[in-house]
């Protein structure tokens, strides 16, 4: 055999050899994709069994009934579903402002690379601090901190439902404030580091086409740039905001652990992930059925923020 037939005998067995490892490839990506969507869904229906004597009692009503008295054995989590998003909600009005610019300032050359490296160090280390700290800090530094911020607001704003003071609540106590706070400094490393990621993706053809355009930095950065990462940027928060949902023992420090609804920013909440850390140890029968169906929701509650949040980056992929 002569050697250029040699040659292209060896890359012919050098192509099979690669698609036959691209094929392995797949296939065992597939079977981690599958095995990961079986442990979600096995994870749901164990949660779901184990709800169901609460869902054959209470069915759908469950879902829009503030009392909670395992007393008397009546059970309903709007309350809690109320604290659960609110307490979310307000994190994120704090945090997706303050993380995307935090992002689009660590993307781009606005600072030294050094001031840069040290800033994103601080913003990552946020991330290891362990709930329960913030927690602590919560009870120590924050809540008597918003105190003051909280009589003012009243003093000026108390006309306004989110400002006025519920009977029999203190200022400066346990509330979804503090608690909306402390989610969303939780929350922030997570927007800032995605969000930053997906800005330092957008390949720099566009960056160039854009001042070769004749646009400024502000120009490209707020016509091109963004929109061009912006699916990045909405799973980004919409991670952020399924990580405050899940939230458990900062907020349980600090939401006040009361099943009323309140408009007030000031008046104490609940979450459901707060009310299983409170009672799940003690529970039984019933209660403890009711618990596993507060979980379930909490479980659709987080499947729901992603898709929507899929279906966001899809819608924003195709204009």
């Known amino acids: 055999m002569s050697t250029s037939a040699q040659s292209r005998q060896a890359g012919k067995n050098r192509s099979e050899a690669d698609r036959q490892l691209d094929r392995s490839f797949i296939l065992a990506t597939r079977i981690f994709a599958f095995l990961i969507a079986g442990i979600l869904l096995w994870i749901g229906l164990q949660v779901g069994f184990q709800g169901i004597e609460a869902l054959q009692k209470f069915g759908l009503g469950f879902l ?18 109320y604290g659960t998003l609110a307490s979310s909600f307000i994190g ?22 050094s001031v840069r490296t ?23 530094v924050l809540t008597p901190f918003l105190g003051g911020v909280a009589k003012f607001l009243n003093e000026y704003l ?69 929109p061009a990462a912006f699916s990045g940027i909405v799973s980004a928060v919409m991670l ?17 652990n009361s099943n009323r609804i309140s408009p007030s920013l000031f008046a104490p909440s609940n979450t459901i992930a707060s009310l299983l850390a409170n009672q799940f140890a003690e529970a039984g029968g019933l209660q403890m059925s009711s618990l596993m169906y507060a979980a379930f929701v909490l479980f659709i509650l987080t499947f729901i923020v992603n898709i929507l949040a899929e279906l966001i980056v899809l819608r924003v992929k195709r204009l």
């Open 64 to 81: 829009f009934t503030a009392e909670w008295n395992p007393v008397r054995s009546e059970y309903g989590v709007l309350a809690q579903i």
């Open 92 to 113: 994120l009005i704090i945090a997706v402002p303050i993380g995307i610019g935090t992002a689009i300032l660590l993307s781009e050359t606005i600072l030294p690379l």
């Open 118 to 140: 040290v800033l994103v160090f601080l913003v990552e280390l946020l991330a290891a601090i362990p709930s329960v700290v913030y927690g602590l800090w919560g009870i120590f």
């Open 158 to 226: 108390g006309w306004l439902p989110i400002f006025s003071v519920p009977e029999r609540v203190a200022l400066g106590g346990p509330g979804l404030l503090p608690a909306g706070i402390i989610l969303a400094i939780m929350t922030l490393p997570i927007i800032t580091a995605i969000s930053r990621d997906a800005l330092a993706s957008v390949p720099k053809s566009l960056r160039e086409a854009a001042y070769g355009l004749g646009c400024t930095r502000w120009e490209t950065l707020l016509k091109v740039i963004i």
């Open 240 to 256: 952020a905001l399924g990580r405050a949902m899940g939230e458990t023992m900062a907020v349980t420090m600090l939401i006040g």
